[in-house]
Every structure is written in structure tokens, then in C-alpha cells.
């Protein structure tokens, strides 16, 4: 399995313009996750979906923010517009949601800068 | 909702000495506690986790303990290694297709 696949690796933009990451889980996962990553605010949790439905979208910033699940093979995250602001580190994560508590499995990220 | 502290942000430790991080969770429904490791530039990779019907696990160096009375749960590593140096994160997660809730890390440095 390839694991939980992000693009791209790194994204540099200028201020208003609009960014779209993207995410693949792992197949057989139903559960994706959203997550931001700053030095001052550590991991936040900004979305996550059951079964390609957004379940709490509570963590997400403002309206500028806004993801997507159209299937249960692909997410998008996009900002619109994008400020200084929203630079971090951005990790998509996956998990399955039957059974028990089972791990969640990271994307090696998207690392975001806003000039 | 869930509310994970984490304690220390920082410790140091030398090589083959033991190293405990402690968290703290709020939900009392919380379940589900696995610790992350993230090495500088990398994604948090599991390294060990825990469910509430147990109060301790063990996995060669690192072991974790789980107190539901308390709300509280530790990481214990024995005999660091240069290694073991990154940073650390507990969760907690009230159930299957629940949200987990990160701690806000703690730096661990392993000194020669």
C-alpha cells in the first residue's frame, strides 16, 4: 500500500491567490482528516469525513477555507484567498471506521507558504 | 469537546537514561490513546497506542500507561537512543469514527 498520498509536497503562492491541496487515502479507509501544522498552534484538526460526508468542520478557519470529499478516493483543501497567514505545514490523514479504534495514517504533508 | 495537555513542551535527556511524557484528557467517553512521532520535516508516524480496557502496554523500549480514573495516560521510554530524538504527541479519540485530539507535543533531544 502506498499510504495516504498528498500534493504537492511543497506550495509556494502570493497572497490572494487561490491554493488547492489534494489527498488520496489509503484504499479501504473511510475516515480522512484534515489537519494544520504551526509551530505556535501545533496539529489542528480543520475537517475530517465518514464515508465521504464532512462530519465536523468546526476546526476550519473561516470561509476562505473550504474541502471536498467527492469520493472515497480523493479530498481537496482549498483556500480562497490565500493570506500569510495560512502558511503551515498541511497533513492529510486517514483511518478505517469499522471496529475498533484503529490508527490514523499521515500524508508525508503539504508544506504551504504565503508570501 | 476533547481537551489533550501535554507536559513537558521539552525534555533532555542522556543517552540510556528513561524518558516520560504525561498527558491529560478531558472527555471522560475518550477511548482511544495512541502516541505519535515526528521526526524534523516528516510526517507523525504511531508508535504506540492504547485502549481503555487496558492500563498498560508494552513494546520493547516504550510502554504506555493509562490511568481512566485520572484522565490521565503516559509515554515511557527506556534506554534512549540519539535516535528517539523528535517530537512527540498523545491523542485521545472517543471512538471509532471519532475525531482524534492531539497534545501539543513535547520535544525529546537525546544527548551523547
Known amino acids: 500500500d502506498a499510504g495516504v498520498i498528498q500534493s504537492p509536497r511543497h506550495e509556494v503562492t502570493e497572497m490572494g491567490q487561490e491554493v488547492t491541496l489534494r489527498c488520496k487515502p489509503i484504499?479501504?479507509?473511510?475516515?480522512l482528516f484534515w489537519y494544520r501544522q504551526t509551530m505556535m498552534r501545533g496539529l489542528e484538526l480543520l475537517i475530517y469525513f465518514n464515508n465521504n460526508v464532512p462530519i465536523d468542520d468546526s476546526g476550519m478557519p473561516e470561509d476562505r477555507f473550504s474541502a471536498k470529499m467527492p469520493n472515497a478516493s480523493f479530498s481537496t483543501l482549498k483556500i480562497q484567498p490565500s493570506e500569510p497567514r495560512d502558511s503551515a505545514v498541511y497533513f492529510c490523514?486517514?483511518?478505517?471506521?469499522?471496529?475498533?479504534?484503529?490508527?490514523?495514517?499521515f500524508g508525508n504533508g503539504t508544506r504551504l507558504t504565503v508570501t | 469537546g476533547e481537551n489533550v495537555e501535554q507536559h513537558p513542551s521539552t525534555l533532555s535527556v542522556q543517552e540510556g537514561d528513561s524518558a516520560v511524557i504525561k498527558c491529560t484528557y478531558s472527555d471522560s467517553a475518550s477511548n482511544y490513546f495512541p502516541w505519535y512521532k515526528q521526526e524534523l520535516g516528516k510526517r507523525p508516524q504511531l508508535i504506540i497506542d492504547i485502549r481503555s480496557n487496558v492500563g498498560e502496554k508494552k513494546d520493547q523500549r516504550i510502554a504506555v500507561t493509562l490511568n481512566k480514573t485520572a484522565k490521565h495516560f503516559s509515554l515511557h521510554i527506556t534506554e534512549t537512543q540519539p535516535e528517539d530524538s523528535a517530537v512527540y504527541f498523545c491523542a485521545a479519540s472517543p471512538g471509532t469514527a471519532s475525531k482524534l485530539t492531539f497534545g501539543t507535543g513535547t520535544r525529546l533531544q537525546v544527548t551523547l
Open positions: 484504499s479501504g479507509h473511510n475516515s
Open positions: 490523514a486517514s483511518r478505517p471506521t469499522q471496529g475498533l479504534n484503529s490508527p490514523l495514517h
